[in-house]
């Protein structure tokens, strides 16, 4: 696995776990949720300060977010995994807590 495949992988575990959708994610960063998109797609890279970012966004240290899935779960403070029961945030979950389609 590529370290670019490690990322992709990690940041994907990473919301998994917390239950963030990709926009939560791009508003912490700064970014649009398109770009966050085209860097889990592996259309564009995350760069070393996107990674340092989504790290510190996680509460764990760049080696570990490097590291890939398992260790960037594993790193994952308690206190910012998704609670039992509060449902994975999807964007058709947003649209209907919005009034949108259904």
Do not use: F, K, N
């Amino acid at each position: 696995m590529s370290l670019d495949d490690r990322v992709r992988s990690a940041v994907a575990a990473l919301l998994h776990a917390t239950g963030e959708s990709q926009t939560e994610l791009a508003a912490a960063l700064g970014v649009s949720q398109a770009q966050v998109s085209r860097r889990q797609s592996g259309t564009a890279a995350w760069s070393l300060a996107d990674c340092d970012a989504v790290a510190a966004h996680y509460g764990i240290d760049v080696l570990e977010l490097l590291a890939g899935p398992t260790r960037a779960s594993e790193a994952l403070p308690e206190g910012r995994r998704r609670a039992s029961g509060r449902p994975v945030a999807t964007a058709r979950a947003a649209a209907v807590q919005d009034g949108g389609a259904r």
